[in-house]
C-alpha cells in the first residue's frame, strides 16, 4: 500500500473570505487525521488574491493546535525568501510546541512574482536562489547538534533535528536532495514535464546519509474523487480555470465549477492547461484508483501528496473520504 498525504494552499473559493478558507483548511487537517493519512502540507505563496497560505508556519501552528497526531509540515517554505535562522526559529518553535509532528519541506522558487520578491526580501542583490545550497546547509546546522563554539544559534531550534525535505519542479532540486541524502518531493501538480527525468536523477545520483540511507520520493498529483466520473469532472474545472488564468496572468479566487469548458477556453489553452494538469487522477473511486496507479507504475514514487482544491470545501472532504477508501488498492502492482 502506497502512503498518502495532503497538501493545502488554503484555497479561496469564490464568493468566500480569507476566514472561511483558513477554517476550510483546518477541518481539512482534521478530517485528513481522521481518516488515516500520513501528513498535511501547507504551503507558501503571496501577493496570490485567490490563496491564503502566504504566513505558513502560523497557519501551522494553528492546524497543530486542532489536530492531536498526523504530522505536518511545509510544502513548502520558499528559501529564498527568509533568513535559515529565522525558518529555523519558526520551525524549532513549532517542534517544541508539537514534538514529533513537525518536519520542514524546502523550495527554490520565491512563490510569487518580481515586485512582490522585492517587498519580502527588501533587495534581489546576490541572487538568492544561487546561495539555496548554502542556505539549505545552514538552516539543517541551526537544527542540528550543538555545535562547540557556534556564535548564532537557533533557540528554539537547535537540537530538534527536523525532518528536512527537498521540493521541485525541475532536476535541480533533484541533484542537490541526491547529493544531500535528503528526500525529495516533484512539484507535478503544476509542472509535471520534467518528473520522471528528475526522479531518475535523484535515484540514480543519490548519495546515502546517516539519517536516509536510500532515496525516498514523493509525488504531488491533483485527485478530485466523487461517486460519479461525470461529478469528479464537473468539480474539476474549477482547478482547470485556476490554470486558464494562470496561462493568462490573471489571478482570483478559486472559480465555481461549470457544466463545460468549451466556452471558456482555445484549443491551444486547453492543451496547455490540461499539459500542466497532467499527473492528475479525476473520477469515481474505481477511476482514481486505476490512474493513479499508472502514475505509480511510471514514477514508482515511494509516497503520493494529493493537491485538488475545489469551490465547495465539503466536496473536497468527500473526495478524501472516498480516496481513502480504496488506499489498499494503490501500489498492489508495484508490490506485486
Known amino acids: 500500500m502506497t502512503d498518502l ?17 483558513l477554517a476550510t483548511t483546518t477541518e ?20 496570490m488574491e485567490g490563496l491564503a497560505c502566504s ?19 511545509s510544502g513548502g517554505v520558499m528559501l529564498p525568501n527568509h533568513a535559515p535562522l529565522v ?29 512582490t520578491m522585492r517587498a519580502l526580501r527588501r533587495s534581489l542583490d546576490g541572487a538568492h536562489e544561487d546561495r539555496f545550497p548554502q542556505d539549505v546547509l545552514e538552516l539543517v546546522a541551526y537544527l542540528g547538534p550543538p555545535q562547540p563554539g557556534a556564535v548564532v ?30 528526500p525529495f518531493a516533484f512539484a507535478s501538480h503544476f509542472a509535471p514535464e520534467m518528473l520522471l527525468d528528475a526522479l531518475q536523477i535523484y535515484r540514480g545520483t543519490y548519495r546515502p546519509s546517516a ?18 466520473d461525470e461529478e469528479a469532472a464537473f468539480h474539476f474545472t474549477s482547478l482547470q ?36 494538469l497532467w499527473a492528475s487522477a479525476v473520477g469515481s473511486p474505481d477511476t482514481v ?27 473536497r472532504l468527500r473526495s478524501l473520504t472516498l480516496l481513502a477508501e480504496v488506499r489498499q488498492q494503490l501500489g498492489a502492482a508495484m508490490a506485486a
Open 153 to 182: 544559534r537557533a533557540i528554539p531550534g537547535i537540537g530538534t533535528q527536523l525532518p528536512v525535505w527537498l521540493l521541485g519542479s525541475s532536476l535541480y532540486s533533484a541533484q542537490l536532495a541526491a547529493h544531500l541524502g535528503l
Open 5 to 21: 498525504s495532503i497538501l493545502d494552499l488554503a484555497p479561496i473559493a469564490e464568493g468566500a473570505t480569507v476566514a472561511q478558507a
Open 241 to 276: 480555470q485556476r490554470f486558464l488564468g494562470m496561462r493568462r496572468g490573471v489571478r482570483g479566487p478559486l472559480p465555481r465549477p461549470v457544466t463545460s469548458m468549451d466556452a471558456l477556453w482555445t484549443p491551444t489553452e486547453r492543451e496547455q492547461v490540461m499539459r500542466m
Open 87 to 115: 525558518v529555523a526559529e519558526q520551525f524549532g518553535t513549532l517542534a517544541a510546541l508539537h514534538p514529533g509532528r513537525i518536519e520542514l519541506g524546502l523550495g527554490r522558487a520565491p512563490g510569487t512574482d518580481g515586485p
Open 211 to 228: 539519517r536516509h540511507p536510500e532515496p525516498r520520493a514523493m509525488v504531488a498529483v491533483n485527485v478530485v474523487c466523487a461517486d460519479s
Open 55 to 73: 504566513a505558513t508556519a502560523v497557519l501551522l501552528a494553528h492546524v497543530a493546535a486542532h489536530t492531536r497526531r498526523i504530522t505536518l509540515g
Open 289 to 315: 484508483a486505476r490512474q493513479l496507479n499508472r502514475l505509480l507504475e511510471l514514477t514508482r514514487a515511494d509516497e503520493l501528496i494529493v493537491a485538488g482544491a475545489t469551490h465547495d470545501p465539503a466536496v
Open 28 to 47: 481539512l487537517a482534521r478530517h485528513a487525521e481522521a481518516l488515516g493519512y500520513r501528513r498535511f502540507w501547507l504551503a507558501e505563496h503571496h501577493n
